[in-house]
């Protein structure tokens, strides 16, 4: 709100609080990437909340130096709703990870897309759960052993794109904590997308599964098993740029034809979805970018169409009568 | 001639879709213009629309109208409107002995007979009539035959054979018709077959008892002698959503409402939704936690923000009502109870969810808690809900009950600009050096700073805080004190909470302490045993928590304490471990109301105890 200050850079944005997340956690640069995001924006302190849920990822707000909430487990996008839909000028931020905000908070996840509602839903997502210490998440892989599944799991993991653009979606993009400056880019574009912009975060939990993502995203692998989704760009990738994503008859394959690459469009559900099906690569970026009608503003232009009514006009409405 | 009554049941029955709600609330609103005071009692089943005929299906609307005072809606019916057999079987064994029945014959064939579950087929094979008079009227044929010239289906005519039963009521109650004819005009605003054909059967009905006035009573009922004042009709849950609304507009603040559909509490929802032009921002969430935590996210953000819910929505409610005490924001949760465990009765009454609000929550949380006496006292009380919540920055819960919710009744409506017009809250400003989002004021109040507001941001949660620095702590030490600040902010509340009244002389034999719903019905026993000379007094409590503070001392002025409830004593429990004075208990969860006369039963035996004890 206010401007006359000089614009803040991402240390101002540090709180006095210790951080207790695991050394080596992927959330420290998630940490740093967001306050760096908030002082390129230009952001004040008191214009942006924070709101989490339960997890290792909900600590987060502790550590920004804005409005913020670590509440109960899985409402924290619940919560943020409410503050967004009563104080729409706000940068409300939705902290969440892949158990409290698919698992426990499942339900809220899938309304607040219906709905439309412009919050930012950062999931961070390590497959595990974390604070309770290694139990399988709803995005642990099928048949992997965790501490409740000694035998591998037997439940099929939710993919966070597939379920976003199966509940209406109008933002849902997947970068990576081992990543900051893409990471920025996205955090960029979520803030900016009106709606509600879900940001789904690779993150590496080195305590309890470490490595997850070392098939799309170790060094040795990152260049031929992920693509970088830029709107209108073809989806070239390969350490020599030698590989492109096809058109197949009902999915997206890989091949070397390079001129018959498929170029990316955001507001392409059917490519958004096939993207999230891609097996041996994965895409990071924008998986969809599309402008719908937005739910606070709608219920603020609502509550502002008339001028403000009286309750004593109201009480004296309809049907009343005098005792003399 | 007419019978000058003063005071007088009637029943209205029927099928659940026979519109006997909308014939009783039109009886009871023109009752109420005419100047009569009156109470109503909506009983209709959880199905929208069970088998027709069935006894199942039976939906009734009791209304009590007199020209005095009137404070329930009445124990046994002097009148009974059956539209079929399903509603006499129902019915009949409420009615005071030798009451009027107005049957429509029309639905008394061997088919509904048989629906309703009848052996016999004929009505002069129900032996117990005979206690009855019996006033007979063919009100389908005759509500056919009245719109036969009007250009509508023959299944809509049907459905206006309400309208010609209350017509009929209107002549032998001398109730004005204009009324209801102007309330059908602008209901049907545009759809004049449909203007034309209630108001036909309207008339039809009405004519219809001049026709047979001879044979039968004719009577009227005087007006009240009711506070001067514009009067308007309320009912319980209307009352919650005005008052919540006349309480943002005197803190200055929008309200908030994050709610889920449930019975009997819907209506509160339904009602707000309508006034977005006074700023009411209403949010119909997933479930009933994301109801209550938007409501809190809404208060974060310096809303006024309510939740309202009946007894298995606060069930799930409880852990973010629990943040909402922890995180020492203000939270209005409206719990508009109604029969349990589980799913339990969903349309009928009871008052067994106070144990529920006062400790269904993990750890050591405390909450305020009001309730509700009669609809025309919501308006006040969802008012001071709200006022209680913004003052100490704490959750509130009203309890308010299906019957109360349901029920209307003739309510002044208080000036504005005198009452009601102002509560006076604190919001952080910006400037504040070294602020601290948990330090508190001589009431142990923390200020609460609202996003937006420079200088102000600060982080708070679930887990417990440091007392002085407001950041996350798990010293031993400092955990109970919390606990203990907490406890001690709400009960500094009683100081900011009006003394408690006493109906009857503030010391004697007998003191009987009741709360919510029940208050028409036990301040009407309690009256009649007064003026028969017995040493009883009423104690109606409408602050659960914390108590007023002279309740202690009213309580031992007395020999001994009855708590008259519907529910197997929780008040109970709760005044005898914290006043240790053995109070009894009478108790009664039948999902219906409590009636006067077994009250008086049951104090007279009291009286009659307390009595034999002194000799």
């Known amino acids: ?324 | 001639m007419k019978t000058t009554l003063e005071h007088i049941i009637i029943l209205f029955s029927g099928d659940s879709g026979d519109g006997m709600q909308l014939t009783g609330t039109q009886f009871s609103d023109t009752s109420a213009r005419m100047g009569n005071d009156i109470a109503t009692f909506p009983d209709y089943p959880s199905e929208i629309r069970a088998p027709s005929g069935s006894v199942f299906g039976v939906s009734g609307f009791q209304v009590h109208i007199g020209a005095r005072e009137i404070y329930t809606p009445g124990d046994q019916p002097d009148v009974l409107v059956a539209m079929n057999p399903a509603a006499l079987k129902v019915k009949l064994p409420l009615l005071k002995k030798g009451a009027t029945i107005i049957i429509n014959d029309d639905a008394f064939d061997r088919s509904g007979f048989k629906k309703a579950g009848y052996e016999v087929s004929s009505l002069e094979a129900i032996g117990e009539l005979k206690n009855f008079k019996l006033i007979h009227a063919p009100i389908t044929s005759q509500t056919e035959r009245a719109l036969e010239a009007i250009d509508l289906d023959n299944k809509s005519k049907r459905r206006c054979k309400n309208f010609y039963a209350l017509g009929l009521c209107y002549f032998i109650f001398s109730r004005d018709p204009n009324l209801t004819k102007a309330w059908i005009r602008e209901k049907f605003e545009g759809k004049d077959a449909l203007v034309n054909a209630n108001i036909a059967a309207l008339e039809a009905g009405y004519h219809f008892g001049e026709t047979i006035e001879a044979s039968i009573s004719i009577y009227q009922i005087p007006e009240a002698p009711l506070e001067k004042g514009t009067y308007r009709q309320i009912n319980g849950n209307t009352g919650i959503a005005w008052g919540l609304m006349q309480a943002a507009e005197a803190s200055g603040l929008d309200l908030f409402i994050g709610s889920y559909p449930i019975t009997p509490a819907t209506d509160i929802l339904q009602e707000l939704s309508k006034h977005a032009g006074f700023g009411v921002r209403t949010f119909q969430a997933e479930d009933e936690i994301a109801a209550i935590c938007a409501a809190i996210g809404a208060s974060f953000s310096g809303a006024l923000a309510v939740t309202t819910t009946s007894g298995p929505g606060l069930a799930l409610k409880s852990e973010a009502l629990n943040l909402a005490v922890m995180l020492e924001l203000p939270l209005v949760v409206i719990n508009v109870q109604r029969g349990g465990p589980s799913t339990g009765l969903p349309t009928k009454t009871e008052q067994a969810d106070l144990l529920q609000v006062f400790y269904g929550r993990n750890g050591e949380s405390p909450v305020i808690v009001l309730a509700a006496s009669r609809p025309g006292d919501t308006f006040a009380m969802a008012f001071e809900a709200a006022r209680l919540s913004l003052q100490h920055m704490t959750p509130v819960v009203l309890l308010s009950d299906g019957f109360i919710a349901n029920g209307s009744e003739p309510w002044r409506i208080p000036d504005l600009r005198e009452e009601y017009h102002h509560i006076p809250i604190h919001l952080a400003q910006a400037s504040e050096e070294d602020f601290k989002p948990y330090n508190r004021n001589l009431q142990l109040v923390r200020p609460w700073a609202i996003p937006g507001t420079e200088g102000m941001q600060h982080r708070i949660g679930g887990l417990e805080k440091d007392f002085e620095t407001g950041d996350v702590s798990y010293d031993p030490e400092n955990q109970e004190k919390m606990v203990e600040v907490r406890a001690k902010k709400v009960s500094m509340v009683a100081s900011n909470i009006p003394e408690q009244q006493v109906e009857g002389k503030t010391h004697g034999q007998l003191l009987v302490i009741s709360w919510g719903g029940t208050y028409g019905a036990v301040r009407t026993a309690v009256k009649r045993l007064q003026v028969q000379g017995h040493e009883i007094s009423l104690v109606h409590l409408t602050y659960l928590n914390p108590f007023p503070k002279n309740l202690g001392p009213l309580i031992a002025n007395f020999k001994q304490v009855l708590i008259p409830e519907l529910n197997k004593g929780q008040l109970l429990r709760i005044i005898n471990a914290q006043f240790h004075c053995e109070a009894k208990g009478y108790h009664k969860v039948q999902g219906l109301p409590f009636t006067i006369s077994e009250l008086i039963t049951a104090f007279e035996k009291e009286l009659k105890l307390v009595e034999y004890a002194k000799q």
């Open chain 1, 1 to 324: 709100m206010q401007s006359n200050s000089e614009k803040l850079s991402a240390k101002d944005f540090a709180t006095d609080q210790a951080i207790r997340w695991c050394p080596g956690c992927g959330d420290y640069a998630i940490l740093n990437s967001v306050k760096k995001v908030l002082s390129t924006l230009g952001k004040r302190k008191e214009d942006v909340v924070f709101i989490s849920g339960i997890g290792c990822s909900s600590r987060f707000p502790y550590y920004v130096d804005t409005y913020g909430m670590h509440s109960i487990h899985g409402r924290a996008v619940a919560i943020a709703t409410g503050t967004k839909v009563h104080n729409p000028l706000l940068s409300v931020w939705a902290i969440t990870g892949d158990g409290d905000g698919l698992a426990i908070g499942g339900n809220h996840f899938i309304h607040a897309l219906r709905r439309n509602i412009n919050i930012n839903i950062l999931i961070f997502n390590n497959e595990i759960y974390g604070l309770t210490k290694g139990q399988y998440s709803p995005t642990s892989q099928l048949g992997q052993r965790t501490k409740t599944s000694p035998l591998g799991t037997i439940e099929k993991p939710f993919d966070p794109a597939m379920l976003a653009l199966g509940a209406g979606a109008t933002f849902f993009a997947r970068t990576t904590a081992s990543d900051p400056k893409h990471l920025q880019e996205i955090l960029l574009r979520a803030e900016a997308h009106c709606g509600t912009s879900v940001v789904e975060i690779y993150q590496n939990c080195v305590i309890f599964n470490d490595e997850a993502f070392e098939q799309f995203l170790g060094k040795e692998n990152r260049d031929d098993h992920s693509v970088v989704l830029q709107h209108g760009k073809p989806l070239v990738f390969g350490k020599g740029l030698d590989k492109a994503v096809q058109w197949g008859h009902h999915e997206l394959l890989v091949s070397t034809a390079l001129d018959t690459a498929v170029i990316h469009d955001e507001q392409n559900l059917s490519l958004s979805f096939l993207l999230a099906r891609l097996e041996t690569v994965k895409p990071l970026g924008v998986y969809r970018c599309v402008q719908e009608a937005e739910y606070a503003s709608n219920m603020d232009d609502g509550v502002k169409k008339e001028s403000r009514k009286q309750v004593s006009e109201l009480l004296h409405s309809g049907s009343t009568w005098e005792i003399e």
